[in-house]
Nanobody
Framework: QVRLVESGGGLVQSGGSLRLSCVASGNTLPFSAMGWYRQAPGKQRELVAQITTGGNTNYADFVKGRFTVSIDSAKNTVALQMNNLKLEDTAVYYC???????????WGQGTQVTVSS
């Protein structure tokens, strides 16, 4: 059973920074990619950033230049450094991982990020 555990959410003022981390465990096949999604109240879950084990990244336009995703494949860990946070970044952030070999997605329980003015 794959398990993802997130940490690092919290309350921060507009313009501030937070760092999210996620550790995955329980996989018997290697992960293909890890990343972060978010869901604000009343909105659909959306991609924030994703990184493959080869280091290729994909960012949503609304975080380019502000957020940085990184991966430590040996430790099954993905991090999201969030700088210059805006009010609209307030959401629950979910860690995600993909095992392409079996076409499976896995999700963490989510961590709340709240940006205040």
């Amino acid at each position: 059973q794959v398990r993802l555990v997130e940490s690092g959410g919290g309350l921060v003022q507009s313009g501030g920074s937070l760092r999210l981390s996620c550790v995955a465990s329980g996989n018997t096949l290697p992960f293909s990619a890890m990343g972060w999604y978010r869901q604000a109240p009343g909105k659909q879950r959306e991609l924030v950033a994703q990184i493959t084990t080869g280091g290729n990244t994909n960012y949503a336009d609304f975080v380019k230049g502000r957020f940085t995703v990184s991966i430590d494949s040996a430790k099954n860990t993905v991090a999201l450094q969030m700088n210059n946070l805006k009010l609209e970044d307030t959401a629950v952030y979910y860690c995600n991982t993909v095992i392409q070999a079996i076409r499976s997605n896995y999700w963490g329980q989510g961590t709340q990020v709240t940006v205040s003015s």
